[in-house]
C-alpha cells in the first residue's frame, strides 16, 4: 500500500496519490491521478462491493495506459478495501457501502442482512471519504465496477447517452437490474448525480460479469478513455 497523507476534509486534488480516508479496520483509501491536469475529469472505482472485485483489473489496466489528451483519470482501486480483502460484499461493520449514500438514503436491514444501510446516511468511513473526495473533485463522469449481472442500466439525458455509449462500446447489454422495479436507496451513483449536476451529472453502474478475461479487461479501459475523449 502507499504512503499517503490522509486527510478528511480539503484534499490537495493537485497531486498524483490522494488520501482519503482510512477503512473502518484502518486500511488506506486512495486515489490516483492520471492523464492532463485540468482536463475532463473521469473518475473510476474499481470496487464497492468487496467480492466484486474485478474492477480492480481495469483499474490495473487504466493504470499501464497512454491517457488521451485533455483527460485527467482518477482511479479508486477499493473504496472498500477490507471488502477486498475479507471477500465481503459489505465493510467490517457489516454495511452495504452502496446503500449508505446520503440521497435518498433509508434504513434497510440490519448487520448480517446483504443491503443493510447502516445506521444512518454516510454512517460509514469509507462513505465519507468518498462523499468528501466526489464533492471536491466534481467528475465530470463517474463510475463504480459491481459483478456479476452484466449490464448497464439505462438513464436519461447525457447521462443515458453516455451509460448507452458505454454499452455500445464494451457489449453489456442495456438493461434494467436485478428484476426491476425494486427500491434501492442510499446508492453511491444516484447521490453522486445528484452533487455533480442534478441534470447533466453522469454517475453510473457498470455490472461485469461473473469472470473477466484478460480481452474483457481491455475493452473496458478503452471504453472509459473513449467516453472520457467523447464525454
Ligand atoms: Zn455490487
Not at 483509501?29 to 462491493?49: K, N
Not at 477499493?78 to 433509508?106: C, E, I, T
Amino acid at each position: 500500500m502507499p504512503t499517503v497523507p490522509l486527510v478528511a476534509g480539503p484534499l490537495d486534488l493537485d497531486n498524483d496519490l490522494v488520501g482519503l480516508g482510512f477503512s473502518s479496520e484502518g486500511r488506506p483509501i486512495f486515489a490516483e491521478r492520471y492523464g492532463t491536469p485540468g482536463g475532463r475529469r473521469v473518475l473510476v472505482v474499481g470496487v464497492i462491493h468487496g467480492n466484486e472485485d474485478d474492477g480492480l483489473k481495469i483499474v490495473d489496466e487504466l493504470r499501464q495506459r497512454d491517457i488521451p489528451d485533455d483527460i485527467e483519470l482518477w482511479l479508486v482501486e477499493s473504496m472498500n478495501p477490507d471488502g477486498v480483502a475479507n471477500q465481503d460484499r459489505h465493510n467490517s461493520n457489516d454495511v452495504d457501502l452502496n446503500r449508505n449514500f446520503p440521497y435518498k438514503w433509508g434504513p434497510i436491514g440490519e448487520p448480517g442482512d446483504s443491503q443493510y444501510a447502516g445506521v444512518g446516511p454516510a454512517s460509514e468511513p469509507e462513505t465519507q471519504g468518498m462523499v468528501n473526495y466526489i464533492e471536491q473533485l466534481q467528475p465530470d463522469i463517474a463510475l463504480w465496477y459491481h459483478q456479476d449481472a452484466y449490464l448497464v442500466i439505462p438513464s436519461t439525458g447525457r447521462d443515458g447517452r453516455i451509460r448507452a455509449r458505454y454499452a455500445e462500446l464494451t457489449g453489456l447489454p442495456l438493461a434494467d437490474c436485478c428484476g426491476g422495479g425494486g427500491i434501492y436507496t442510499g446508492i453511491a451513483a444516484t447521490w453522486a448525480r445528484q452533487e455533480l449536476a442534478p441534470v447533466e451529472g453522469v454517475a453510473f453502474i457498470v455490472e461485469l460479469g461473473g469472470t473477466t478475461s484478460a480481452a474483457e479487461v481491455t475493452t473496458h479501459a478503452d471504453a472509459v478513455l473513449t467516453i472520457g475523449v467523447e464525454g
